[in-house]
């Protein structure tokens, strides 16, 4: 199995272009998230969704767009970049209902934006 | 507003015993969940509590009083791996995980 997989692992990008990180999962879980994280910050939501078809946002999807139409793929675009969008993004999953909330992770795709 | 806190950064010992505390004020509670994560890779779970008292694992332990707030994490026989930072998350009453800033470990031989 390979889990969660990012890609592309690592970006430049000028402001103002735009870029779509995809994240992959074979577990078929129910539930996938978005995150960043930045030094000094615990991760923070992005957008996230409960099932194919369905996002929802969350605690900074300011500047992001995100798509569900298969279930085990969760695409994160960014519309117009700018250097405050320079990050860590971690994509994860869980299943559904999971008692113990367990997530798996991705490796990571790391964004800079000049 | 909803907060995790915990220490910035902790040093200690190879081979000694070391506590990370977390303390938390969100809106619910559906369980306390560890991870660690190495420098420049993903968090990985390492457990989860959603009762009071003491989960162990290994040379890892877990402790939640829900009464207060908090939580440690008690890692023992230290060894140079588990140099890594360590973050608390609490699931809020929406099933959502919030995040502490991480506990950066650093292990001196």
């Known amino acids: 199995n390979a889990g969660v997989t990012q890609t592309p692992k690592f970006r430049v990008l000028k402001t103002g272009q735009s870029m779509t990180l995809l994240c992959a999962q074979d577990?078929?879980?129910?539930?996938m998230y978005w995150y960043r994280q930045d030094p000094g910050m615990g991760l923070r939501l992005i957008h996230y969704?409960?099932?194919?078809?369905?996002?929802a946002k969350g605690e900074v999807p300011d500047g992001y767009n995100v798509s569900r139409l298969k279930k085990q793929n969760f695409l994160l675009g960014l519309e117009s970049a700018a250097p405050s969008q320079t990050s860590v993004y971690f994509c994860?999953?869980?299943?559904?209902?999971?008692?113990?909330?367990?997530?798996?992770f991705g490796e990571g795709s790391r964004l800079t934006v000049l | 507003g909803q907060n995790i806190d915990q220490p910035t950064e902790m040093t200690a010992t190879e081979g000694a015993i070391v506590q990370i505390n977390c303390t938390y004020q969100?809106?619910?509670?559906?369980?306390l969940f560890w991870y660690q994560q190495h420098a420049g890779e993903a968090p990985t779970f390492l457990s989860y509590?959603?009762l009071d008292g003491l989960e162990e694992k290994g040379r890892f332990s877990s402790f939640l009083s829900r009464s207060k707030g908090y939580s440690y994490l008690l890692l023992k026989e230290l060894q140079m791996k588990d140099s890594a930072s360590y973050l608390c998350?609490?699931?809020?009453?929406?099933?959502?995980?919030?995040w502490g800033a991480g506990t950066k470990l650093i292990i001196k031989p």
């Open positions: 994860a999953s869980r299943r559904q209902g999971a008692d113990t909330g367990e997530l798996f």
């Open positions: 577990m078929n879980h129910e539930y």
């Open positions: 969704s409960v099932g194919e078809g369905t996002t």
């Open positions: 969100t809106s619910g509670f559906n369980g």
């Open positions: 509590n959603v």
């Open positions: 998350a609490v699931m809020d009453s929406n099933y959502q995980l919030i």
